[in-house]
């Protein structure tokens, strides 16, 4: 059974700049979940995809968008990149059907915008 | 009122002792309640879920859930210098659907 992944693990961007980032679910899963976390805080959610639709978003602004694909990968596209974009990008699959669990995270994106 | 509120610590305890973190939560509606343990400059990893109330006991950690006072408590036995790390109380369910939100975490520091 294979883990969350994903990709790049670090990444320096300048502001105003565009970034994407990437998620692998777990084998199993069909939700992600994506989240951001600053320093010294608990992950704050953004949005998540279930069947390829955002299904719940948080109080992000439009320029955070994403994607779920077929194979329930995910990825995570920042506009306009401000330099309080600064943090560890989380994303979180899990199963939406039967039953209840927990998000499996995945390693995270540390992104630095200078 | 934050949505999930946990004493941020950093909460000191000395090898062998017994560790209490505990949450509060204020959707009733909330379902289920995990713990997530994330060390210094890694990803959450899930160490506890709980879903009804009372006791639920896996290994050295036990989780405890009184609902109708939005009280979830995590217990660490014979803590040792490995468990230092950030705990983080996540509830999931009510008003907020389908996500998981998080406390901001408690510091925890196991101590020789």
């Known amino acids: 059974e294979t883990g969350v992944t994903q990709s790049p693990t670090h990444l320096i961007k300048t502001r105003g700049q565009q970034v994407t980032l990437r998620c692998s679910s777990q084998?199993?899963?069909?939700?992600v979940s994506w989240y951001q976390q600053a320093l010294g805080q608990g992950p704050q959610f953004i949005f998540q995809?279930?069947?390829?639709?955002?299904?719940g978003r948080g109080n992000f602004p439009p320029r955070f968008s994403g994607l779920q694909f077929p194979n329930y990968s995910s990825e995570l596209n920042v506009n306009a990149l401000e330099l309080d974009d600064s943090a560890l990008y989380l994303c979180?699959?899990?199963?939406?059907?039967?039953?209840?669990?927990?998000?499996?995270f995945g390693s995270g994106t540390r992104l630095t915008v200078v | 009122q934050k949505e999930v509120e946990q004493n941020s610590g950093p909460l000191s305890v000395p090898e062998g002792a017994i560790a209490s973190l505990n949450c509060t939560y204020s959707?009733?509606?909330?379902?289920?309640f995990f713990w997530y343990r994330q060390y210094s400059g890694k990803s959450p990893e899930l160490i506890m879920s709980i879903y009804s109330n009372g006791d639920k006991e896996d290994g050295r950690f036990t989780a405890q859930l009184n609902k109708a006072s939005q009280y979830v408590s995590l217990l660490i036995r014979d803590s040792q210098p490995s468990d230092s790390a950030t705990y983080l109380c996540a509830v999931r369910g009510g008003g907020g659907g389908n996500k998981l939100t998080f406390g901001t975490g408690t510091q925890l520091k196991v101590e020789l």
């Open positions: 959707d009733r509606g909330s379902q289920s």
């Open positions: 995809y279930y069947r390829e639709e955002e299904n």
């Open positions: 084998s199993g899963h069909n939700t």
């Open positions: 979180a699959s899990s199963f939406t059907g039967q039953g209840v669990g927990g998000y499996t």
